[in-house]
C-alpha cells in the first residue's frame, strides 16, 4: 500500500513537471517566430565579424547585473546570442555588482576578462594602476558614433582606454502618492528628513554616499580634504537613524515592491524601477549631482585582445546600442542610437537634463588619492557598522553569565567525574 | 499529551514550509506583486526557459555535481580503506585534517581556496573558471564521503578480507566481491550527499568561481539582488519538485533494499 | 599491496588544497604586501570588535531559539512510531534540500514593508510593522535555515533512547521534570552539543542571510571578510586576519563544547 502511494505520488508530480515544462515548449517555440518577425539586426559590414568564425575562440565579458538586452522580454534583441551567431564568438558573460567588486576581482589577478564595463572613476584608477591596456581603435569603426562631448572625459583623457557604453545622473527616486512636497522643491535633503524615517534607502558604497553628503555641504565631488570627508561622513551618521537599509541592486526590488518610499538612484535604473510601479517618480534635485559615465575597458590580463575589441565594436552597432539603450533606460552617448529613440525619451529630463544643468550643475567623479580612498573606507565602515545603543548594554553581561555557567558546568563535571573514579 | 506534540509539530512543520508554499504560489502570479494574487500564469515559467543565463548556468551546475561528486567518492572510498589501515596516530592526525572544511565556516574554506589559487594563478597559467570550481567542490566533498564510509569499516569483520583471501581469492578479487558490497551503502550515501552539497554550494563556488563558468546558485544571488520577477519564484517551484521527486525516489529504493536484504 | 597506500591520493590532495589554503590564511595574515612579517592586520581587527560581538550575539540568540524549537521536535519524532519515524523525518528534512539564497529570499517577499505579513496584518487594521532590515530579521532566517541542523543530531541521539528509560524513571518516582532533568537531557547531551556547533558555526559567519535580511546595516563577520575580498574595502591580508580570529573563536567553542561530550570523540 504504502509503495503504492509513493509511486502514484511520483508518477504525478512527474506528469505534472512534463505538462509544465511541454506546456512552456509549446509557447517558446510560439514566442521564437514571433521574436524573428519583429526583430532583424542589420550589421553595417559583416565581414569585418567574421574574422574568427570557427576558432573556437570564447571572450569573457563582465558587465552590471541587468546590463544588455538579453531577449528575456518578447520583441528584444538577445545580445551576446546575436554576437555569437554572427560572428563564432562564444561569450562568457557574468555579473558584478559594484565598481568595487570589479576592482578586487581583477585585482586578485586570477580571473581574467576580456571586456569590462567599469565606471568613470575606477578607469582612472584602473589606468593609474595599469591594469588596463589601450584599445586599438582601429579595430572600433563604430567610435565615428560616439558624441563628441563624451570623447576624452577627464578619467580618460587622451580616450586611449575606453569607449562609453552609457551614462546618467544620479538623482532621488520616491513615491508620489505618499510624499506630497511639489516636485520641484525636492532636494537631497529629502533623504534626511525624518517625517520619513524607515522608509529611505541610501547608497551601499561609500563612492555614491559620500557625493551626496558631499554636495548638500557644498563641497567637491572629488574632495581629498580630510576635514571635508569627516563632515560628510557626520553627516552620514545623523542619516543612519532614518535609514531603512544600505542596498545597491536591492533597489529594484524594495523600491519596485513599495518596501521603501525615497531612495538615491542612477537614472536608468530608475526609470526601469518606475516601469513597475506607477507611484514612482524620479527628480534630479537642483542643487546638482553627479554624471556618471559607465565605459567599456579592455583588462591588461585580456587574453582575446582583438576578440574583444569586435565586441565593443559590435556594442556600438546603432541597432545593438539602440537595443541595449532601450533596455536598460540609460541615457546613450551614441548618436545613431540616440536619433533611433522616440521623442519623448529624447526630451525627457530625466534621461537627458538640459545641457545647461549638465555642464553647470554635474561633475563627473575622478578617481582620489590612496590616502583619501582609504580614509573614505574606513569612514564608511565605521558609519555603518555603529551601534544601536540597545542592542549594547545587554551583550557584555549576557556573555559574562554565559560564561560563568561555562565554568560552572565544566567544574561540577569534573568533579563527579573525579567522585566516580573514586568508587 | 500526544495532542499537544502533534500540534506543536504541525506549527514547527508549517514554519518550515510556509515560506516556500507562499514562493510557489506565487510563481503563478500574473502581476509582480509579492503580497496580492491577482490571476494564474505560466509566464514565469516560459521566461525562465528563455534566460540564457539561467540555463547555462543550471547546466555548469549539473555538470559540475556530477564531475566532482564521482571524483571524490573515488577519492573518498579509497582514502577510507586507506584511512582504516593506518595506524592510530597517523589516523588520529589525517582525520582532524579531514574534519578541517566540515568544521570550518564556509566563508573561510571559500576564502583559504581563493588565496591559493590566486596564489597558484599569478605563478601558473591558471584561470579562475571550471577548474577551480571543480577543485574547490572536490575538497569540501571528500570529507563527506570519507565519513560516510569510514564507519561501514569499523561495523565489517576484519577477518573476512582475510578468510577470503585464505579461501582462494586474488586480493582484488577479495576486495571486490567481499569488502565493497560491505561498504557499498556508505559509498552511494556519500555520493548522494556530496552531490547535493555540490548542487547546493553557494558560498565556496562564491569565492571560486571566475570569468568563464557560473552556478545556479550564483545565478540565483545575482537575481535576488536585482529586479523584483517571480521567475525566482518559478525558479524555487521547479527545484522543490525534483527536490521531492529526487527524495522520494531514494526512499523508495531504500525501501526496497531493504525488503530486499530482509527476504534473504 | 599494502592497503594504507590507497590513501596517497588523497593525502596530497588533503595536503595541498585543506592544509596549504588554511596556512596561506595564517600567511596573508601576518604578512603585508611586499611579504614582510607584520601584525598590524591582526591588530587593525580590533577596530571591528562591536562586530564580533555582534555576530556572536546574534548566533548564540539563534542557536538558543533552535535548540529550543528544535528539542521537543526531536522528542516527539523519536517516540513516533519506527515506520513512520522515516517519513517524518523526510518532511522535516525537506526544506533544506531547497537553496538556501532561495529560502532567504522567501523570507525577503513575507517579510517586507508590503510583503504578505504585513498585508494581512493590515487586513486586521494593523500595521504595517518594520519586519525586515533588523537584527531580529537575521535571527529569524538564522534560525529558519539552520533548524534543521539542530533536529537531525538530536533526534539521532533520541531515537537511541529505549522507552524502558522513562518506564524505569517513573517507577523509581520520577516526576515528568525529573524525568526530564535526570534522564532524557543527560542522555542527549551529544547531540545537543553536536547540533549547537552545526547551528552556531554556519550562523556566525554567514553573510547571505545579513545582506537580505538585514539591509545592509547589520554587518557580521561573514560580511566584513567578504568586503575584503569580493567587497568594496578590497583588502586581502585584513580579510585573511578576520578570517583567522573567526576561526580561533570558533576553535574555542568547539573545545569548551567538546568539554561536554562524554565520549570525548572528535565531533561531528
Known sequence: MKKLFSFVSVAMLCMSMLASCAEADVSEDYEEEEEVTQQTVTIEDPDYYTRFKGKGISINVYNWGDYISTGADEGTIDVNGE????????????????????????????????????????????IKEDMIQPIDFDNIPNFKYIMENFRNQDY??????????????????????????????ID????????????????????????????????????????????????????????????????????????????????????????????????????????????????????????????????CEPDIAFANIDYICYSTPHQAAYDMLDEEVQSSPITYPDQQFIKDKTSVFVNLSDEANQLMQDLWTEMKSAEDENVNKWIAPVFLVFCVFLMAFVLIRRHIKKKKDIF | MKKIGKIYLGLVLFFLYV??????????????????????????????????????SLINTIIIACVSSVISTVLGTLAAIGINNMRKVPKTVVMNITN???????????????????????????????????????????PYVILNVMPKFNQMDPHIYEAAQDLGCSPVKAFRKVVLPEIMPGVISGFLMSFTYSLDDFVISYFTSGSTSQTLPITIYSMTRRKVSPEINALSTLIFISVVIILVVKNVIEKRALKKAGKI | MKLKYFSAPYLVWMVVFILVPLLMIAFFAFTND?????????????????????SIWLSLIATVICLVIAYPVAFILSRMEKHKQG??????????WMNFLLRTYAWMTLLGNNGIINHLFGMIGLGPFKLINTSGAVVLGMVYNYLPFMILPLYSVMEKI??????????????????????????????????????????ISTFIISRMLGGGSNLLVGDLIEMQFLGNAYNPHLGAAMSLVLMVIILVIMTVMNQFDPDDQVLM
Open chain 3, 162 to 203: 529505549d522507552n524502558s528509560m522513562f518506564e524505569a524513571a517513573e517507577d523509581l518516582g520520577c516526576s515528568y521534570f525529573q524525568t526530564l532533568f535526570r534522564v532524557i537531557i543527560p542522555l542527549s547531551v551529544p547531540g545537543i552539543t553536536s547540533g549547537i556547533t552545526m547551528v552556531f558555526v554556519p550562523a
Open chain 2, 100 to 142: 578541517m572544511p566540515i568544521i570550518n565556516p564556509e566563508i573561510v574554506t571559500g576564502v583559504s581556496l581563493m588565496l591559493l589559487f590566486v596564489f597558484f594563478a599569478a605563478r601558473m597559467n591558471l584561470e579562475f573558471g571550471f577548474v577551480t570550481l571543480l577543485i574547490a567542490h572536490i575538497t569540501f566533498n571528500v
Open chain 1, 188 to 315: 537631497w535633503d529629502l533623504l534626511w528628513n525624518e517625517d520619513y524615517a524607515d522608509q529611505i534607502l541610501m547608497f551601499d558604497n561609500p563612492r555614491d554616499a559620500f557625493a551626496i553628503a558631499e554636495i548638500m555641504l557644498g563641497y567637491s565631488l572629488n574632495t581629498e580634504n580630510e576635514e571635508e570627508l569627516r563632515h560628510a561622513a557626520e553627516k552620514l551618521r545623523q542619516q543612519k537613524k532614518n535609514v531603512q537599509a544600505y542596498v545597491m541592486d536591492e533597489v529594484f526590488d524594495k523600491m519596485g515592491a513599495g518596501d521603501a518610499l525615497i531612495a538615491p538612484y542612477y537614472a536608468g535604473d530608475a526609470l526601469t524601477i518606475m516601469d513597475d510601479n506607477d507611484s514612482l517618480d524620479f527628480v534630479v534635485p537642483k542643487s546638482g549631482t553627479n554624471l556618471f559615465v559607465d565605459a567599456m575597458c579592455i583588462p591588461k590580463s585580456a587574453k582575446q585582445k582583438e576578440a574583444a575589441e569586435m565586441y565593443i565594436n559590435f556594442m
Open chain 2, 19 to 56: 515560506p516556500i508554499f507562499v514562493l510557489i504560489v506565487f510563481s503563478f502570479n500574473e502581476t509582480k506583486s509579492r503580497s496580492v494574487f491577482s490571476g494564474f500564469t505560466f509566464d514565469w515559467y516560459i521566461r525562465l526557459f528563455n534566460n540564457r543565463i539561467i540555463i547555462s
Open chain 3, 87 to 96: 517519513t517524518m523525518l523526510m518532511i522535516v528534512m525537506l526544506p533544506m
Open chain 1, 83 to 126: 554576437f555569437e551567431k554572427l560572428t563564432g564568438i562564444k561569450v562568457n558573460y557574468t555579473n558584478f555588482a559594484t565598481n568595487e567588486e570589479l576592482y578586487a576581482k581583477l585585482k586578485g589577478g586570477a580571473a581574467s576578462y576580456d571586456v569590462i564595463i567599469p565606471s568613470d572613476y575606477m578607469i582612472s584608477k584602473m
Open chain 1, 156 to 185: 580618460d583623457p587622451e580616450n586611449a582606454y575606453s569607449v562609453p557604453y552609457t551614462w546618467g545622473t544620479v538623482g532621488i527616486m520616491y513615491d508620489t502618492t505618499i510624499i506630497d512636497i511639489p516636485k520641484e522643491d
Open chain 3, 34 to 54: 611586499e611579504g614582510r612579517f607584520t601584525m598590524k592586520y591582526i591588530s587593525d581587527v580590533g577596530q571591528y570588535a562591536n562586530i564580533f560581538v555582534r
